[in-house]
Every structure is written in C-alpha cells, then in structure tokens.
C-alpha cells in the first residue's frame, strides 16, 4: 500500500473538544434516558410487578413464547405428521419424536411419543417455524414450574392438555391451516 495510491482516502482522527474528552455527552445522555424512565413509572406506567400478587400484562400474546402446545385438527386428532423437522430445527435438542405409521387416510405418519424438555429449552421459536402443519406453537403462558426435572419434561399428553386451556383464549395462529388469526 503506498501513500500516495489515489483508490486510498486517508481519514483524520476527529479532534475532541474539553466536553468530549469528560464524556459530558454521553454522560447527559444517559441520564436524559434514566429520567425519561422515571417519569413513566411516576405517571402511572409501571416498569416493575409485584409478581405473584399481580399477574404481567403481556402487550400481544400472539408474538410472546412461553409453553408449548401440541395443535388438534378439527378431528380432535394431534395435528403433528412427524415429520421430525421441529427436532431437527432445534438448536437445544430438547424435542424427541417416536413416529409411528397411520391409519388415517390424511397422512402417512403422528407421533406414538412427543416430548419437550421445557428445562432444556431455549424459546427461541424455531420449532414453531419449521413445523409445516402448524402442529406445535409457544402459547403465552409464562408460569412455569416444577419441583423435579422428570414434571419438567412435556410429554404428548400434556402438551395436548396446554393446547385445551389455551385454545380459547390464543386461536391458532395460521388461518389457512385451522387457525382464526
């Protein structure tokens, strides 16, 4: 490289006046932030919940990942064809499918065991995405619990029962596939 070479645009290091070399600015910008937070938790928009006494508020439960749920067709059957695409996706390995052959004429397998580690999971909502029949979605129920690793761990029927509690109140999200969103 040489000095002279015209493709090169030389740059000069920026001089710094007295104001810039204290971090004033930074300094009153930051605090300009810490006091712009102050005055929304003092006009009534609290930043922090006395959990469990009063429940979160989640703005859009649509877009919050929390429990699993396995999905049901119309049918009442479990959506899921095993096609092992949400294990694959997942970047924890905390998915484990047993497929089985069907006999209904819709498709060709469902899972005989589904299982999540809950523990082992990061919510990261690659399952979610990979899933082709929109079999598995993360609901937005945060309060989970377990006083061992083996209740930690959601198998197909529990899995089936989070989608019970929650259909109501979350539909499923893809329309063309059963959802009503």
């Known amino acids: 490289m040489q000095q002279d070479d015209p493709c090169i645009k030389w740059v000069e290091e920026p001089k710094l006046g007295t104001a810039g070399m204290m971090y004033l600015p930074m300094f009153i910008q930051g605090l300009t932030t810490t006091f712009r937070h102050m005055k929304k938790s003092l006009s009534g928009g609290a930043v922090t919940v006395s959990y469990p006494e009063e429940e979160p508020q989640i703005d859009n439960p649509l877009i919050y990942r929390g429990v699993h749920r396995l999905n049901k067709d119309d049918q009442g ?25 069907s006999s209904w004429d819709d498709r060709e397998k469902y899972p005989e065991s589904f ?55 979350e539909p499923m999200k893809s329309k063309e596939l059963g959802g009503t969103v």
């Open 115 to 169: 299982s999540i580690d809950e523990l082992r999971c990061i919510y990261c909502g690659m399952c979610e995405e990979a899933c082709p029949v929109d079999a598995i979605e993360l609901t937005s129920l945060y309060n989970l619990t377990g006083r061992s690793r083996e209740e930690m761990i959601f198998d197909k029927e529990k899995l089936l029962s989070v989608f019970d509690a929650t259909h109501e109140a």
């Open 77 to 101: 059957r479990v959506k899921c064809v095993a096609c092992f695409l949400c294990a694959t996706a997942c970047p924890a390995h905390c998915i484990d499918i047993v497929g089985v052959e």
